[in-house]
């Protein structure tokens, strides 16, 4: 019910003032009243209409508490700034996330608080490192929003990461001042680390070690962790739930064991809440070392109230230390709601959980013999983790593992046996200089996932390519699953039927026929082949999320050569049941209007329109696209065409009212008003 209050608070069109959330506390207060005062019944929908609020709240208070000031404008010129992350972008370029930002002619009350540069061209003036003041010179601008409408929202995650601009620069980073001694010295010590370890195992291996100890992904290629992707392996990658659990397993276990072999102790201390002690700081120190992103911070809380509940004789693993650690954060993190880790490893974690328990008593260990066990275990873990996870995975990223199961059997009893463990083992020796052995078993078995990613990402239908879903898909079939696990009886079954809903949605969906993208200067049409593009290059991440969230895995030069589309490059035409719509850009834009005009329904300008449009021609330049955003066009019963527009919101994050669909007359229609138009 909380996520629910969140969910409901993502979804508005409109950023609630203080009567909004003034009346949810009125609301609020009232059903906390009824549970407390109220007659029994009615306390479970005082409970629930409670949390929907809490949820509103909660999110309402994170967004105001966090709001920084975003770039209003194309910028172009200096930038100064403080490292504090160096990764990867998705075209594999080295990528600086600065604080303390000084712009040129901008007033500090417009800087974002954080900035993020993307390096091309050549960048061998130095070597860098977190807590360097650094200098130069880049295109920056607002993170963008949808490409399409429903479409992955960058705008509002850049938002809570507290981003306010982002750009690239061709020129040379410049070092202006050292890091200052003790500033970020989390932030250098995992520098160091990746550094290190990259240095003793190297390759691909090496920065796959790197990554499992400090988070830091630039010293992957790109093509290990398409390969991990198309495995269903990248869960290895991101340090969340499965590392920090066998970290701190492993030394809860160690120490546990440990200490009842020394009589002595065993006999004077609870080894047993003294091991979740050290376990709890072992991950914490792992959390603050992997960067404390949201993924590892998720994976704390939900370790922290296990071995809380040892410490507290409760059980460790159950359905409400789940249900304590999704309370925890959501309300502190309101938006993780909104992200594929959070769903994807509370699915996992809840599947996990329900599945073993039904098994319990039926089972095991009576059916399996003990040699097979851990056989049993392994496979029956991914098997319930995969199917929890596999449709909110292929809902975000648009794929479909083939053969995940085969390659989650094969890496993941390394990483648990072989990997984590010499892991601890390798930042126990190091201070004493004996890293070496454990880095060198690290190093084999990174060496072997990533050879198993390789090999089954090589297998024909490895990764099979699925449209996006509806956006109500993913609330109804989580809300249908919840049912039947936590349900008693027979009534539990009734969850199938929005389950199946849910998966009937998505079956149906039907894509946009026609994309445009925010400047105008790309259209995707769809075909018999697929979506056709009007141009082989530019608007490169639109095009990649159109193809992605169509289910099609070819590029964009292989859309553009999709039949479609006619004309030359300055002037794209196509027919959509019945719309002559003609798409015109390049320097000669204003001189080829007239002649689009006369030759289509709808044009399509990429560019500022510089004079009046001829009468009775309807145009599309960039000046309507940067109020509406990227357009889907939808030819209607009637014959009309829609425009449904990509700005339907107007919240902290987007700075902008929100636009109504457009609706324009059949082409037989505007004809009959316009008898003069051929």
Known sequence: ???????????????????????????????????????????????ALSCVALGMLAAGARAHLIEAPILGFRYYGAVEGRVIS????????????????????????RTPARVRVSLHGEQGAMTLEPGQIVMTTAHLSAPEGPVEPGGFDFQRMAFFDGLGAVGYTRVPVLLLAPPVPGAQWINRLRAYIRTGVEARVGGDPGGFAAALVTGDRAGIS????????????????????????????????????????????????????LAAALALMAGAAYLALSGGNVAT???????????????????????????????????????????PGFQMSFAATVALIAGYGA????????????????????????????????????????????????????????????????????????????????????????AWILWVAQSVAGWEGAVRAVPSPPATVLPILALGALWVILWRGKLRFAGVAPMALAFGLWAMIERP???????????????????????????????????ENDGDMADQPTAAARGGFDGPATMRGFTLAGWRIVQIKGKETQTQLSEA????????????????????????????????????????????????????QSRLWSGSRPEKPIVLASPSLQAAANPLKP
């Open 597 to 648: 005009c006369q030759l289509a329904d709808l044009v399509v300008i990429g560019a500022k329109l510089g004079v009046d449009a001829p009468k009775g021609c309807t145009v599309i330049d960039e000046t309507r696209l940067r109020r509406t955003g990227p357009l889907a066009l939808w030819v209607q019963t009637d014959g009309s065409l829609k425009l449904m527009p990509t700005k339907t």
């Open 513 to 547: 026929p026609v994309l445009i993208s925010g400047d105008g200067k790309l259209i995707g049409v769809t075909t018999v082949a697929g979506r056709a593009l009007s141009a082989p290059k530019g608007a490169g991440f639109a095009a990649r999320q159109w193809l």
């Open 297 to 339: 911070e998720r994976a704390f809380v939900m370790v922290a109230v296990m071995l809380g509940a040892i410490l507290y004789d409760r059980r460790a693993l159950s359905m409400r230390s789940v249900a304590l650690a999704a309370c925890v954060l959501l309300v502190a993190q309101p938006e993780t709601l909104m992200e």
């Open 1 to 47: 019910m909380i996520a629910v209050g969140i969910g409901l608070w993502f979804s508005l069109r409109f950023e609630p003032g203080p009567w909004h959330y003034g009346g949810l506390l009125l609301a609020f207060g009232i059903t906390l009243g009824v549970y407390r005062f109220g007659p029994e019944v009615l306390h479970p929908l005082a409970i």
């Open 86 to 109: 160096i990764d990867r972008s998705q075209s594999d370029m080295i990528r600086l996330t600065l604080d303390h930002v000084v712009l040129a002619r901008v007033s500090p009350a």
């Open 359 to 446: 098994l319990r008593g039926r089972l095991l260990p009576a059916a399996v013999p003990g040699w097979l066990t851990p056989v049993f275990a392994v496979v029956f873990t991914s098997l319930l983790a995969g199917v929890a996870t596999g449709p909110i995975a292929a809902a975000h990223f648009n794929r479909i593992a083939g053969y995940g199961l085969v390659a989650n059997v094969l890496a993941v009893p390394v990483m648990g046996l072989a990997v984590m463990p010499a892991a601890v083992l390798a930042g126990v020796l190091a201070p004493l200089g004996l890293a070496s052995p454990a880095l060198w078993i690290m190093g084999k078995g990174t």
């Open 222 to 273: 790109r093509a290990a962790q398409d390969n991990l992707r198309a495995a269903n392996l990248s869960h290895l990658l991101a340090i969340s739930g499965l590392h920090m659990a066998l970290l701190t397993g492993f030394i809860f276990a160690t120490l546990r064991y440990g200490l009842a072999l020394i009589p002595v102790l065993a006999l004077r201390v609870n080894a047993k809440k």
